[in-house]
């Protein structure tokens, strides 16, 4: 309240230039620049940054369950349709080039040794060119149905895959916004601004590929706008100024991607996560029969343990977490604009965020095991 109430003043002060200011304030001024700037802020910014990173694994962690379990889901449907085995004709094709390429990328090696041979008849080898070109990469597994031939994808793998790269780019962002702050010297700041600001057009560009029918990210403009800022002025200054700078042009952002990422995640949650441990909870209360009784007491023990283990898994939601990043970096937005206004809800909503992140971290985790009997 104290470091509040001197900022307060201290605008207050430079606000009536018609009024002289005290020798108190002018020699106390360079001292409050200072508290006036995002040193108030580094611990949440920080923490917000560690935060997003712990979501983000968490929903990698999601997102490693799902395709686990499309995985298991394709291999049933392959198994009760009861038919043979095959790849596609893309995966045949792969096979020739890859032949084909081996004999080219021989044959050109023989001629560079003797350049009097004559040239050999397929194109000579790119530098840097992909080993599998766009339209061999579609090998799928399926069987022979009717004639032809009937594809049994990972239905949600290249979903989830998008949705991936973007809750990594999100963790990206967040990371820079602590370098930024944790800089010693205006060349680390803009270093670390630049790559705020390349990840920023990252995460971008990842909305899209996550979801094809959202409304394009708003346009950050050039990176090298964000830096430079208050050349001359110190180091704390610059900070400020790069930090309310890049913020504020993330935040619509950093919005759009914590709610593509809340839809999806609470998808994957309720499938994956909380269905099962539900499923687990009333098998293992089914089993807890008092005959025989020497079994009774473990079997109890192992109901209360899926019980406890099912409250936990829906005591916090993927929607909440992601919630709390949005709410958290918008806040961090206004307490930017407004730091004697804004702080203490800033402080909050990060304390919110770090309770999130940690709940959704614990629900993930692998289960006791059950006690024997």
């Excluded at 023989?110 to 008849?121: D, F, V, W």
């Amino acid at each position: 309240m104290a470091k509040q109430f001197k900022c307060d003043f201290l605008r207050q002060s430079i606000a009536y230039p018609g009024r002289r200011p005290c020798l108190w304030v002018v020699t106390t001024a360079l001292a409050l620049v200072v508290a006036c700037t995002p040193t108030v802020y580094k611990p949440e910014v920080e923490k917000f940054g560690t935060d997003v990173g712990v979501a983000s694994s968490s929903f990698d962690e999601l997102v490693g369950t799902n395709i686990e379990q499309d995985f298991k889901d394709r291999n049933t449907q392959l198994v009760a349709a009861n038919n043979r085995l095959v790849l596609s004709d893309s995966c045949i094709r792969m096979e020739q080039h890859i032949s084909a390429q081996n004999e080219c990328l021989a044959s050109w090696s023989l001629h560079r040794q003797n350049p009097s041979t004559p040239k050999p008849g397929c194109a000579e080898p790119e530098p840097f060119a992909p080993l599998i070109p766009d339209h061999l990469r579609d090998c799928e597994l399926g069987s022979l149905q009717n004639g032809g031939f009937q594809a049994s994808p990972i239905t949600s793998a290249t979903d989830s895959a998008n949705h991936k790269r973007l809750a990594d780019a999100l963790a990206a962002y967040a990371s820079q916004l602590g370098a930024m702050v944790s800089s010693t010297d205006a060349e680390q700041l803009d270093a670390a601004t630049v790559d705020a600001g390349a990840a920023l057009k990252s995460l971008q560009s990842k909305i899209i590929a996550a979801d094809p029918t959202s409304e394009p990210p708003l346009d950050i403009g050039p990176i090298v706008g964000l830096v430079g800022a208050g050349l001359r002025a110190g180091l704390e200054a610059r900070r400020f100024q790069q930090l309310k700078r890049i913020t504020e042009k993330a935040d619509p952002i950093v919005q759009q991607a914590s709610e593509r990422l809340s839809i999806y995640a609470t998808q994957l949650y309720a499938i994956n996560v909380v269905e099962p441990s539900l499923k687990e909870a009333d098998a293992a209360a089914l089993r807890a029969v008092p005959n025989p009784p020497e079994t009774f007491p473990a079997r109890v023990e192992a109901a209360a343990l899926r019980k406890r283990e099912y409250d936990a898994v829906v005591a916090v939601e993927p929607s909440q977490v992601f919630g709390a990043v949005a709410n958290a970096h918008h806040e961090l937005v206004l307490a930017l604009n407004d730091p004697s206004r804004q702080y203490e809800a800033l402080r909050a909503a990060v304390a919110n965020l770090t309770e999130k992140v940690n709940a959704l971290a614990a629900a993930l985790k692998k289960p006791e095991e059950t006690p024997a009997g």
